[in-house]
């Protein structure tokens, strides 16, 4: 195992070295892991120039693929981070039907040195094994503070950065059209073919010129704060692609001792300007008895998938439909903790759990198909995860909901919401408003 070297420094705002990164090594290869400073959200991580990444793309059927999971496990050690998409459920049900993406299914690359902010005790970490880096980004870091003032200066004059109007995103599905496919997955329901399922679509847009990912980014911190979100810039085989998401959700988070958590969230409100009417939203979704009865029926999902790689009578649901409140929207979130088996590794867990069960359905492998005939495209990343492998081995995974997805000049963004058997066509389609919005009110 590597001895890793730690410095600390004087705070520094994490947007204002991500721009110096960029300035130094450029934009592909930056990863950047933000978060909101909430009980879940203390830690930012931040790299640039990745010592080597690992890229896969196509489905089982093509000879070229490569399996991302076992990509996973045959990974060195160190600090890595990625994406993973979600038809990499290909390789885990391969006589399931499943889209070709046209973004990498896995994009995942090793850093070292860097550089992580404590957002409860404003603390900012230089941490890697890399000697002659370390002391090159050491040296940045000083030449950053000792520049602090002016850089804030520079900082306050720059000119707004150019947007999106909403009038510029192109639906690949209607209001009217996603209605009617909300009633054919009714209609299975109704005929026990499946109990929920989480619909989904998107827009598309194109990319303002010289308009960065990380400028897109900046806009939705802003915004949209959330305690999993981030932006990844691939490189490789990868490269002029990007993924960038204001998630609120984990998926799965393995501790070195082996304990995992996984925090599925099952339904929403969005968020008022007035107390008062704020806090009616947060009530009535708490007293749904629809958006409960979603929420439990993927927590016992997600206990039946962890119990898979699990050691027997640890799975423990430690919260069941509690509320949390984010900047923009109200949701249920369930929380359910258990221990890995001794012969079992973090890829094994994530490969039983894939894809997440919050944004499937139930029974998952037939959600799974008839989302496969409803979806107009891939959803690639969306839906997928960021991963995070630290240097000690523990490793933490997001949802990538409220996320955009980047291709040369193109932007995309999904949103979805569960289905189940009382689900109301209008009201889905008024959800995922709730749910899309503010990203788009956010890169205006």
């Not at 400073?37 to 790299?47: F, R, T």
């Not at 109007?165 to 073919?193: A, C, H, M, P, V």
């Not at 109990?195 to 806009?219: G, H, M, W, Y």
Request: glycine share 6%; charged share 25%.
């Amino acid at each position: 195992m590597e001895v890793i070297s730690k410095e600390l420094f004087a705070w520094i705002d994490p947007l204002i070295i991500a721009r110096r990164l960029i300035e130094v090594y450029g934009e592909q290869g930056l990863i950047w892991l933000d978060s909101d400073e909430s009980d879940n959200g203390k830690w930012v991580v931040l790299a640039a120039d990745p010592i080597e990444s690992i890229c896969t793309r196509r489905l089982p059927n093509n000879s070229l693929a490569n399996n991302p999971f076992e990509l996973l496990r045959s990974i060195n050690s160190g600090h890595w981070t990625g994406w993973l998409s979600y038809e990499a459920g290909a390789w885990v049900e391969p006589k399931n039907p499943w889209k070709t993406g046209t973004m990498a299914t896995l994009w995942i690359a090793r850093h070292d040195p860097v550089i992580k902010f404590d957002l409860h005790k404003h603390e900012l970490w230089l941490e890697g094994s890399n000697q002659k880096r370390f002391i090159e980004l050491s040296n940045l870091l000083k030449d950053l503070h000792s520049r602090k003032n002016l850089i804030n200066k520079s900082f306050n004059k720059i000119k707004p950065l150019q947007g999106i109007s909403k009038k510029e995103w192109k639906w690949l599905t209607n209001q009217k059209e996603f209605e009617s496919k909300i009633k054919i997955l009714k209609g299975y329901i109704q005929s026990g073919d499946i109990f929920q399922a989480n619909l989904s679509t998107c827009c598309e847009a194109k990319k303002p010129r010289q308009v960065l990912a990380i400028d897109l980014f900046e806009k939705l911190r802003q915004s949209c704060p959330a305690p999993f979100s981030g932006i990844m810039v691939g490189t490789g085989e990868a490269i002029d692609e990007a993924v960038i998401s204001s998630s609120p959700e984990r998926f799965l988070k393995v501790f070195p001792n082996k304990e995992l958590e996984t925090r599925p969230i099952k339904g929403t409100r969005p968020r008022h300007r007035s107390l008062q009417k704020d806090s009616d939203l947060a009530m009535e979704l708490v007293c749904s008895l629809k958006d409960r009865a979603e929420n439990i029926m993927i927590v016992d999902l997600l206990r039946n998938d962890i119990g898979k790689v699990s050691q027997f009578g640890t799975i423990d649901v430690t919260q069941l439909v509690g509320l949390e409140t984010y900047s923009q929207v109200h949701h249920l979130t369930s929380v359910i903790k258990g221990k890995l088996c001794s012969d079992k590794t973090w890829v094994d867990l994530l490969e039983a759990c894939w894809p997440g069960g919050s944004i499937t359905g139930a029974p998952k492998i037939r959600a799974c198909q008839r989302l496969y005939e409803l979806e107009p495209i891939a959803r690639g990343p969306y839906c997928g995860s960021f991963l995070h492998l630290n240097w000690n081995g523990q490793f933490d995974s997001n949802i990538l909901i409220r996320s955009l997805m980047v291709e040369k000049e193109r932007i995309r963004v999904h949103a979805g919401c569960g289905i189940v058997a009382d689900s109301d066509p209008s009201q889905e389609a008024q959800e995922l408003k709730w749910k899309l919005m503010p990203l788009l009110d956010a890169l205006q």
